[in-house]
């Protein structure tokens, strides 16, 4: 009988998978959360808009990494998305708690993430792992929304009356594209299932 050696066991496999280089730099975005948090809470948006570069930087470098260093993973699949989710929605909560944003418009934005998290946990839980790959929808979404995020602490830093514009035109493009993709995804999900 063959010895199988520690590398073959399924649990190493899965740790290998899971601290793969393009993780832990999504692991380190989720360790940013608490930071950007505590940096609006105390108004001190300089560090708040910091953070956010930084995550900015990083999301953009796992994805790279996960292409050149063929290390894209089921875990990343899931664990990218729902990390730029928590930042936004942690963003958008507090901003809104701080005045900085109008509270329709973070409850459509936490909304909508509650039941991308709620419908891709069940998923999981009842199907396994099924992939969903990021529609032109969603990525506008996201990239609104971190516009909208970025707009929002360089106004708290500095008074520019092109950036309030901006900022008022980017809400009614956050409300419009979260809301429609939100049920462009409930639609997918729904025709993905039957199927």
């Known amino acids: ?13 899965r740790l290998r998978e899971l601290l793969s280089v393009p993780n832990q730099l999504t692991f380190l975005r989720l360790a940013f959360l608490p930071f950007l948090i505590i940096s609006i809470r105390y108004q001190r948006y300089d560090w708040a808009l910091g953070i956010l ?14 292409r050149f260093l063929h290390q894209k993973t089921a875990v990343g699949a899931y ?5 730029d989710k928590l930042l936004l929605s942690s963003s958008f909560f507090m901003l809104a708690l701080e005045g900085k944003i ?6 459509i ?12 946990a069940v998923i999981l839980l009842a ?16 990239g609104f929304q971190i516009l909208m995020v970025f ?8 008074e520019n009356p092109f ?5 008022d035109a980017c809400t009614g493009l956050v409300a419009f594209f979260t809301t429609f993709s939100g049920l462009h995804y409930s639609i997918t999900i729904a025709r993905r299932l039957g199927q």
Request: proline share 5%.
């Open 1 to 13: 009988m063959k010895n199988k050696s520690m590398s073959d066991a399924p649990g190493v496999s």
């Open 53 to 66: 570069l930084a995550a900015g930087l990083t999301d953009g470098l796992d994805g790279l990494l996960a």
């Open 109 to 120: 934005v936490l909304g909508r993430d509650v039941l991308m998290l709620t419908a891709a």
């Open 79 to 83: 664990l990218d998305p729902i990390a």
């Open 127 to 142: 199907v396994g792992y099924i992939s969903f790959p990021p529609s032109l929808w969603g990525k506008l979404t996201t």
């Open 151 to 158: 707009l929002v602490i360089v106004l708290a830093l500095v």
């Open 102 to 107: 109008r509270w329709w418009l973070a409850i």
């Open 163 to 167: 950036l309030h514009l901006a900022r």
